[in-house]
């Protein structure tokens, strides 16, 4: 045991408090208080001579900010995190919250086109030619235009509102979510869609500042409120929560889009029921294949902590600060399974429509 008394006080001065957030310890010492695992954690903690800069910007950075969907990279944000313990260096950038690489832009780029020429009232035959025109990707656009369109149904002004909402919501993800050689200046530059910045001193930057949390930005846009305020007055139930609340970083980021745009065609009393529109089976989790590889990492990871420095060399050598980190992480992966969409798409909770995306 730690010579530091388990107290509140002494707990909240810790930087082990700082591990939890989007859990149910994060703020709340009632919960912290009786938690056999948190205080051995904390014990381990208070027993180190001193924490390392490394350490603490590995914690506050990365395992303070691990995404509570897991990501569409899953299992890369755990699996960096244990490299950088391993070699005690945190990354320059944290691929986690909002971070997205090129490529899935591109691809959202190209189903928000099929939106905005059903919104534009484009004839079918148009759009698909333009589409034609483009590097081919492997998909059947003209299949998936089609089926959008299909899908919206008969123009009606509530459903072009949604539409445009989802339009920009989308753009916006596009614009603002970073990579490696992608830091909002690659995407949309000849559209004005909110602060590119974010807003970091209320909303953090997710690891990677300078680039603020962008959620809010987007919302506070005029033409938004107004859109949405519009939106708003028909109704449509969570609808307009939904849209808003999309991640291009999500792991099921286009199997929510299909649901949505399915959901819009339905609003005038049309029955969509589940239907394959965006033909994205391959961007979806297959959450079978997920749940079995994070079963037997967590075995390993378990095995390592328990002494066993040959059972996750990722985490490289067993020493009484990487013992601690890795602690952490380990208890904050085990509440995620239990209070995030984390546990969905590792099966520790019912995941919803599989794709055929494996690790």
Not at 202 to 230: K, M, T, W
Not at 267 to 285: F, H, I, K, R, T
Request: glycine letters at 10%; a negative charge; one cysteine or more.
């Amino acid at each position: 045991m730690g010579t530091v008394p388990w107290s509140r006080e002494n707990y909240e001065r810790s930087l082990t408090s700082r591990g939890w957030s989007c859990t149910p310890l994060d703020g709340d010492w009632t919960a912290c208080e009786g938690c056999a695992e948190l205080r051995a954690i904390f014990d381990e903690e208070m027993a180190l001579p001193r924490v390392p800069d490394w350490a603490r910007e590995i914690l506050d950075r990365m395992i303070g900010n691990l995404p509570m969907c897991g990501h569409y990279t899953f299992p890369q944000p755990v699996l960096a995190i244990c490299a950088a313990i391993r070699a005690q260096k945190c990354p320059d950038m944290i691929l986690g919250h909002y971070a997205a690489d090129p490529g899935r832009k591109r691809l959202m780029q190209r189903y928000v086109y099929c939106l905005d020429a059903w919104l534009q009232q484009a004839p079918l035959e148009a759009a698909i030619g333009e589409m034609a025109m483009r590097r081919d990707d492997g998909r059947d656009w003209p299949g998936i235009l089609t089926c959008v369109y299909d899908a919206l149904g008969p123009r009606s002004e509530r459903k072009a509102l949604l539409v445009r909402r989802v339009i920009h919501r989308q753009r916006w993800w596009i614009k603002t979510l970073i990579w490696p050689g992608d830091t909002r200046g690659r995407f949309m530059l000849d559209v004005y869609a909110g602060d590119v910045r974010g807003d970091e001193a209320e909303h953090g930057a997710y690891g990677n500042p300078p680039f603020g949390d962008p959620y809010f930005a987007e919302l506070r846009l005029p033409e938004v409120q107004d859109l949405s305020a519009r939106i708003r007055e028909m109704g449509d139930g969570d609808l307009p929560a939904n849209i808003e609340h999309s991640h291009l970083c999500a792991p099921k980021a286009f199997r929510y889009l299909e649901k949505t745009i399915l959901a819009i065609g339905g609003v005038d009393g049309g029955e969509n029921g589940d239907a394959s529109v965006l033909q994205c089976e391959d961007m979806v989790p297959d959450f079978a294949a997920y749940s079995r590889w994070y079963t037997e990492f967590l075995s390993h990871f378990e095995e390592w902590l328990d002494g066993d420095e040959t059972a996750l060399p990722g985490l490289g050598d067993i020493t009484s600060v990487s013992h601690w980190l890795a602690s952490i992480l380990h208890h904050k992966l085990r509440l995620y399974e239990q209070c995030n969409p984390f546990g969905r798409l590792v099966g520790a909770q019912p995941g919803g429509k599989p794709g055929s995306r494996t690790l």
